[in-house]
């Protein structure tokens, strides 16, 4: 039976991760197509709020037809490791779920901070890791020692709306960052 728990925790990772790398594009798309000096809209006839309405639908196939800044090759593998708290003791789902938001919030939070390393991550692989954390105390320690090193940090706080209470930690993702770098801090974890 665990082994079917990893395999849908694999699969719900690799899913919410493509989607969140799609909405991420798209964003930077929006953000920075149609805009001219001044900031504001290079036309406001009604063809153009249809075709931005056309390209929110799309999602990522209408992101995947604009052409980002190429980004070089990262030196070394990036990776993103995405730290359980065990002590909460969460269904799989539950732990799927708060690892797509923890992957999604890292990105959201870091991504004009950490522009190039995201995109690199992004464009080579998007490699994430789900490790398993004894309880919000070591995932503190993880936290500040990551930050210390530079690399972007996200805790994910509960809802609370189903099994457990509101404000629970309940996955700390680190990174992107170099695959030396994380295992600096997170090397000693086994693999949930």
Same mark, same amino acid.
């Given at each position: 039976?665990?082994?079917?728990?990893?395999?849908?925790?694999?699969?719900?990772?690799?899913?919410?991760?493509?989607?969140?790398?799609? +909405?991420?594009?798209? /964003?930077?798309?929006?953000?920075?197509?149609?805009?001219?000096?001044?900031?504001?809209?290079?036309?406001?006839?009604?063809?153009?709020?249809?075709?931005?309405?056309?390209?929110?639908?799309?999602?990522?196939?209408?992101?995947?037809?604009?052409?980002?800044?190429?980004?070089?090759?990262?030196?070394?593998? !990036?990776? &993103?490791?995405?730290?359980?708290?065990?002590?909460?003791?969460?269904?799989?789902?539950?732990?799927?779920?708060?690892?797509?938001?923890?992957?999604?919030?890292?990105? +959201?939070?870091?991504?004009?901070?950490?522009?190039?390393?995201?995109?690199? +991550?992004? &464009?080579?692989?998007?490699?994430?890791?789900?490790?398993?954390?004894? /309880?919000?105390?070591? &995932?503190?320690?993880?936290?500040?020692?990551?930050?210390?090193?530079? &690399?972007?940090?996200?805790?994910?706080?509960?809802?609370?709306?189903?099994?457990?209470?509101?404000?629970?930690?309940?996955?700390?993702?680190?990174?992107?960052?170099?695959?030396?770098?994380? /295992?600096?801090?997170?090397?000693? !974890?086994?693999?949930?």
């Amino acid at each position: 039976m665990p082994a079917i728990a990893l395999v849908v925790i694999d699969s719900l990772l690799k899913v919410a991760g493509g989607i969140a790398i799609g +909405w991420f594009i798209r /964003d930077a798309s929006n953000r920075g197509g149609g805009k001219s000096a001044g900031g504001s809209s290079s036309s406001s006839s009604p063809n153009n709020k249809i075709g931005q309405t056309a390209s929110r639908r799309a999602g990522a196939a209408a992101a995947a037809i604009s052409k980002p800044t190429p980004v070089p090759r990262p030196k070394e593998e !990036l990776k &993103m490791v995405l730290c359980v708290n065990m002590s909460l003791k969460m269904g799989t789902g539950k732990v799927g779920a708060q690892c797509a938001h923890a992957a999604v919030g890292v990105l +959201w939070a870091h991504y004009q901070s950490h522009n190039v390393p995201i995109r690199q +991550w992004e &464009m080579y692989g998007q490699p994430k890791i789900a490790l398993k954390v004894g /309880d919000e105390a070591e &995932m503190a320690e993880l936290e500040a020692k990551a930050m210390s090193l530079g &690399m972007p940090t996200y805790i994910v706080h509960d809802a609370g709306r189903t099994q457990i209470a509101a404000g629970s930690q309940t996955v700390l993702a680190i990174g992107p960052a170099p695959k030396s770098q994380l /295992d600096t801090v997170t090397g000693h !974890l086994k693999l949930l």
